[in-house]
């Protein structure tokens, strides 16, 4: 599967919760600066760590770091299995 459809696809997954929580830690870990973390939605999210270089289909380590810890094993599963 390529890499943006995959991003598509675990995006649409990911509730609203789970959106606080992932926002929360790209801000925790500088990953994107939290005023324009405010009103992203997960794709968005996901883009943007794709355009600054920290996620891609040869490095998808942080993309599984904040899956595991959005607590989502299934779509982290679904990424190993892809990627």
């Given at each position: 599967?390529?890499f943006?459809?995959?991003?598509?696809?675990?995006?649409?997954?990911?509730?609203?919760?789970?959106?606080?929580?992932?926002?929360?830690?790209?801000?925790?870990?500088?990953?994107?600066?939290?005023?324009?973390?405010?009103?992203?939605?997960?794709?968005?999210?996901?883009?943007?760590?794709?355009?600054?270089?920290r996620?891609?289909?040869?490095?998808?380590?942080?993309?599984?770091?904040?899956?595991?810890?959005?607590?989502?094993?299934?779509?982290?599963?679904?990424?190993v299995?892809?990627?």
């Amino acid at each position: 599967m390529e890499f943006g459809k995959m991003l598509i696809d675990l995006a649409k997954e990911i509730g609203k919760d789970e959106l606080k929580t992932l926002k929360a830690l790209c801000g925790v870990y500088y990953l994107i600066p939290k005023g324009d973390l405010e009103d992203m939605k997960a794709y968005e999210v996901f883009k943007r760590l794709e355009a600054n270089g920290r996620i891609s289909s040869d490095n998808t380590e942080l993309l599984k770091q904040l899956l595991k810890e959005i607590n989502r094993v299934d779509l982290l599963k679904r990424l190993v299995m892809s990627f």
